[in-house]
């Protein structure tokens, strides 16, 4: 686990004021060099505040649910998102890998039938070469985002498991 998802578990938590102080200066070092974390614990300061204004001893019931379903809701959103996030980096890492691992093979395939028919080297097959390149690379990215929706539908079944 990283230094910043460890942050981001206590950031509601330092909105709230519920850190010991050791936690709290880590969480306060964090969010000084990531954007993302700081305005993660802007976005719970209104909260923790709505949540410290309310009378004591006892908490009227609505509101603490309310703001308990807004933080879940809130959470469950935020991991939706950094996973789909992971996923699209996944996808265009994988789609690249592949079109530039297999181009020379398919490049060497194609060129000898391509020799075959036309001896000669000529502009136009010049051209051929960036057209089937590009067909190449549409084709390599087809195969990521297949392979991507696959991976997709069964991690999500996992996780419906878990
Ligand atoms: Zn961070």
Partial sequence: MSEHDKIRELLALAAAGALTAAEEKQVAEH??????????????RPIASELRRLPTPQPSSWLVQATLARAEAKLTEQAEHDWNRRVMIAVVAFAWLLTIASWPVF????????????????????????????????????????????????????????
């Fill in 31 to 44: 969010v000084r060099s990531c954007v993302s974390c700081s305005n993660e614990l802007d976005a719970w």
């Fill in 107 to 162: 490049h060497s395939v194609s060129g000898r039938f391509g020799s075959l028919l036309e001896p000669q080297f000529s502009p136009t097959q010049f051209g051929q070469t960036w057209i089937s390149f590009a067909a190449f690379t549409a084709l390599g990215w087809l195969a990521g985002g297949v392979a991507a929706v696959m991976l997709a539908i069964r991690q999500r079944g996992e996780r419906r498991l878990a």
